[in-house]
């Protein structure tokens, strides 16, 4: 299992020393949640910010955009370094030209669905993505409890996939925690985001090898 700390749960006085904290703790992926006031009601970070973490880690930036139109700032996520950018299905923009728009700058795209969104939305873009991110909590704000009804999607998407002969990633996300990360894990999950899970853990690297360890072992 890879792990993505969402920096949402970080000290965002001194995000810069917080990343460099969770990447030496071992993280996989840094987890970026930008959000519109709009799409969610919740205000977050632009690509300003992202541009300004970028030197302190090497490792892929994976941004999760909860705004309405993603399209029109695929852009600037790109040239700030995002690595994986991720929207909304239920967003306002064209879906497949926001796929097209985040290929067209060598970022690697991910669909991203809300916990009533059914897993089957996806099948028509399966073959235009890098990754699926399934919400486990509403989105909008870290500190929620993990949903588990909705890992039976991850099957769901998992069989389409392998049906059309691609490999396809799933991230799940909120509420991922030492309690929750098995059944993640045996849902199939590739990719685990923990925002309080890691950060307000006493321990990041501690926490990070952790949940590795259990996922690993619900997996034996
Ligand atoms: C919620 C965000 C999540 C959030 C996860 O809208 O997309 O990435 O930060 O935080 P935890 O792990 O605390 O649920
Ligand atoms: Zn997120």
């Known amino acids: 299992m890879k792990i993505a700390p969402s920096m949402l749960s970080c000290d965002f006085s001194k995000m810069g020393e917080e990343l ?40 892929p930036f994976d941004v999760h955009l909860m705004i309405d139109y993603p399209f029109d700032y695929i852009e600037q996520f790109s040239r700030a370094g995002a690595d994986i950018i991720a929207f909304h299905i239920e967003a306002k923009s064209d879906i497949t030209a926001t796929i097209e728009k985040i290929n067209s700058f060598g970022v690697k795209p991910g669909l991203v669905i809300k916990p009533n ?16 991110l399934i919400m486990t909590v509403e989105p909008g704000f870290g ?31 909120g509420g991922v925690n030492e309690n929750t990360i098995a059944q993640a894990a045996r849902a199939g999950i590739d990719i685990c985001v923990s925002g309080t899970g890691v950060f307000k853990a006493k321990d990041a690297s501690e926490a990070i090898s952790n949940l590795k360890r259990i996922s690993d072992d619900a997996l034996k």
């Open 117 to 132: 969104t059914p897993a089957e939305s996806v099948f028509p873009y399966l073959d235009k993505v890098y990754m699926i």
């Open 20 to 59: 460099v904290r969770i990447d030496n703790g071992g993280a996989d992926l840094i987890h970026l949640d930008v959000m519109d006031g709009h799409f969610v009601p919740n205000i977050t970070i632009g690509s300003d910010i992202v541009s300004a973490l970028r030197p302190y880690s090497k490792l």
């Open 143 to 173: 500190g929620q409890s993990f949903m588990a009804d909705m890992l039976p999607k991850v099957a769901v998407i998992k069989n389409k996939a392998a049906e059309m002969g691609l490999d396809i990633l799933v991230e799940a996300d």
